[in-house]
């Protein structure tokens, strides 16, 4: 399902029971500019409390690893103790590798795109040799 067509799902109702259209543009807007600061690599783990209640760059890894134990996981756009309740969470307990499980369609609307990389087209990458999502703090003890 393409994501404007759950962003409607969610949205009309919303606004047929009363939220005025501004509000819902606005929480869209936090929940987006909330997406900047958990995307970089070089951030560190934080605090637990903080862990434990926000989404954070360890769990967004996690969210795009394609590793067995982190496929559909951690989909909390700001609070992953969303995630943590409905049993969603994964904490990253091994190195990510990014990418797709499968290569998808060849063609047609619903195609994945790919790009080519330096190593070649459609190369698999595993998480890159630095940054927090491959850093030694980050792997199991």
Not at 65 to 84: C, E, S
């Amino acid at each position: 399902m393409p994501a404007s067509l759950l962003t409607a799902v969610a949205d009309v109702p919303l606004a047929l029971i009363g939220i005025p259209a501004w509000m819902i543009v606005l929480a869209h807007s936090i929940v987006l500019l909330f997406q900047y600061p958990i995307h970089p690599e070089r951030i560190d783990r934080l605090p637990w409390p903080v862990e434990f209640v926000f989404n954070t760059p360890s769990h967004h890894c996690v969210h795009h690893g394609a590793n067995n134990p982190y496929l559909d996981k951690n989909y909390g756009g700001i609070l992953i103790v969303w995630d943590r309740m409905s049993g969603s969470y994964a904490a990253e307990t091994e190195l990510v590798r990014y990418g797709l499980t499968t290569l998808g369609p060849r063609s047609g609307p619903g195609r994945t795109h790919r790009a080519a990389t330096a190593d070649g087209p459609f190369t698999d990458r595993t998480g890159p040799p630095r940054g927090a999502c491959s850093s030694a703090s980050h792997r199991p003890s």
